[in-house]
């Protein structure tokens, strides 16, 4: 008897066993040992006519059997649940549609021209280096040939922060203070923000950019200027645009000139980007004044040298197509996205 009841335990094990996923399965295997006219209950039922020695152990042993039948069946059941639970989520989860797609962030017009610029000059050989926004208005000013009286100050209508000391208006004070601090010979440009109080419109923003550059040498011509210029425009619009340099005056250069290219939109037809001239002005520029070199204590008789400036808000507009400059700083992600 006890060899009958070791048997039915081992084929109940395997048979639980080797329940796959039907939860069904475990019921009937329940029903077959222990159900009420079940394997093991069988057995139980016959206690009565056995003798009292066998009744203790076989009673011991069938009642053994039957709760680990029962553990068994409960632990199995559980191992199922879990299965299903698994293979209802692989319903769900369809591995082969495409992924939800991640905004990405962008760089904006602003910094992404102005990387373009600097690649460009650093190609060139040009350091790239910073200044102060809160300038004094020697560097703002006098030191780049400026006295107080100059009708050029006029023209720069300049946020006093107090006695002597501005915003810079424009980022040609970083070309002293490289000049007070280095020998030469230079080549930089000084990219940074710039203010004037001007009203706002399509056009004008009180907070503005700008890139200065700078190269002095022995024997730099107005020649070089020129190439130079025609080097970073070409690069920055495209090899087919023509360049022209025009007479103008800046105080801290002499001669100076007003670098236009050809309107890249019209081509040079005349469109109302270019109030219909044909070309647009973007950078001042010229040979450095002696004054200037004077004024950082280098010999105008034995360096020459020439600079460049102008806004990076007209260069962003030209090369992206944007007619308000108000876009730049209002951060509509309608704007900002398609950069
Ligand atoms: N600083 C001038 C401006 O804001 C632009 C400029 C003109 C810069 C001539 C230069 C230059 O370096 O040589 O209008």
Redesign the pocket.
């Known amino acids: 008897m006890e060899k009958e009841l070791e048997k039915l335990r081992e084929t109940a094990k395997k048979e639980i066993a080797q329940i796959k996923e039907k939860k069904e399965d475990l019921e009937l295997i329940r029903i077959k040992y222990l159900g009420r006219k079940g394997l093991v209950t069988k057995i139980l039922r016959i206690m009565k006519q056995l003798s009292p020695q066998e009744r203790k152990i076989i009673g011991k042993l069938a009642n053994e059997i039957k709760e680990e039948i029962d553990l068994l069946l409960s632990l199995k059941q559980e191992e199922l649940k879990r299965l299903i639970n698994k293979n209802d989520l692989k319903d769900d989860l369809d591995i082969t549609l495409p992924g939800k797609p991640l905004a990405r962030g962008k760089l904006h017009p602003l910094t992404k021209i102005l990387e373009e610029i600097k690649v460009i000059f650093e190609k060139l050989n040009f350091d790239i280096v910073e200044g102060p926004e809160v300038e004094t208005e020697y560097y703002n000013f006098e030191a780049l040939n400026t006295p107080p009286d100059h009708p050029a100050r006029d023209m720069?209508a300049t946020f006093y922060i107090s006695d002597g000391i501005v915003l810079r208006?424009?980022?040609?004070p970083v070309?002293i203070r490289v000049m007070e601090k280095n020998r030469p010979p230079l080549r930089i440009i000084a990219p940074g923000r710039c203010y004037r109080s001007d009203a706002i419109d399509a056009s004008h923003s009180p907070v503005f950019h700008?890139v200065?550059?700078?190269v002095v040498g022995k024997e730099i011509t107005f020649r070089h200027l020129k190439s130079i210029m025609k080097i970073f425009f070409r690069q920055l619009f495209g090899e087919d645009i023509e360049i022209r340099l025009t007479p103008s005056f800046?105080p801290?250069?002499e001669p100076?000139a007003e670098v236009s290219v050809c309107c890249v939109l019209c081509k040079g037809k005349g469109c109302s980007v270019c109030q219909q001239t044909g070309w647009l002005e973007l950078?001042?520029?010229?040979m450095v004044d002696p004054n200037v070199f004077k004024a950082v204590g280098y010999d105008p008789e034995e360096w020459t040298g020439f600079?460049?400036?102008?806004g990076i808000e007209r260069l962003a507009m030209i090369k992206y197509g944007i007619t308000d400059i108000r876009l730049f700083y209002e951060n509509d992600l309608r704007f900002l996205k398609q950069f």
């Open positions: 720069q208006t424009q980022t040609s070309q700008q200065e550059g700078l800046f801290f250069t100076s950078f001042g520029a010229g600079a460049f400036g102008g």
